[in-house]
């Protein structure tokens, strides 16, 4: 109806602006442990039961310079995302009969973490330093390397429904707090994303 055309117009130009970067970002110190915690009850209060989702959070996790809110939306994404996945899969297997359909599940883990320069070596694109690390992983349908190649292309999706900017969005975000953003997948594998943001750093806007 009109207002569900509404709320869907105003978080597709909530999108395009962070996007476009001319959303705001409020950096400050932030606990990432407490954000996770939110993001993984919220979830969980919505999510088809037949999935499990889990956190992992390293105690004495440093404070990170963030903004929580684009933080949390970046999770939320890629659960959504994780979600998605499995829900491929439930749906190919009930298909096939294959019953019962448990077995699934997503985890959400934080840890503190110094790139040295073997890492550095390993995966070019990333800086030295220590690290807050999230990750964010399931045991879905998983992407070949034809999919991986796009998956961070503005307006490129595999879904019916849907803007195709959500990990646009999310790579945006992260390198706009310096950080790095990849993924770890293959078809039938399921789908591991891992973000690193920097303990402390600046609280300039690029």
């Not at 509404?6 to 395009?16: D, F, T």
């Not at 294959?98 to 997503?106: D, K, M, S």
């Not at 503190?112 to 399931?138: T, W």
């Not at 969005?169 to 399921?190: M, N, S």
Request: aromatic residues 6%; proline residues 4%; contains cysteine.
């Amino acid at each position: 109806d009109a207002i569900r055309a509404s709320e869907r117009a105003v978080a597709l130009i909530r999108q395009l602006l962070d996007f476009s970067r001319r959303s705001p970002s409020e950096r400050r110190p932030v606990n990432l442990a407490n954000v996770v915690r939110e993001v993984v009850t919220l979830f969980s209060q919505t999510i088809d039961r037949r999935i499990e989702i889990t956190s992992s959070i390293e105690d004495g996790l440093p404070l990170a310079l963030v903004d929580p809110n684009q933080v949390h939306q970046v999770l939320m994404n890629l659960c959504v995302n994780a979600r998605d996945a499995i829900l491929e899969s439930l749906d190919a297997n009930d298909a096939k009969g294959a019953r019962p359909l448990t077995g699934y599940w997503i985890y959400v883990r934080a840890e503190n973490v110094l790139v040295d320069d073997e890492y550095c070596r390993l995966f070019p694109y990333a800086r030295k330093g220590r690290f807050i690390r999230l990750s964010i992983g399931d045991n879905g349908a998983g992407m070949d390397e034809a999919l991986q190649r796009r998956i961070f292309e503005p307006f490129f999706t595999t879904k019916k429904t849907g803007t195709g900017l959500g990990l646009a969005v999310a790579y945006g975000i992260i390198e706009r707090h310096h950080g790095q953003i990849r993924i770890d997948t293959a078809r039938g594998r399921g789908t591991t994303f891992t973000i690193s943001v920097p303990i402390g750093g600046t609280a300039d806007d690029d």
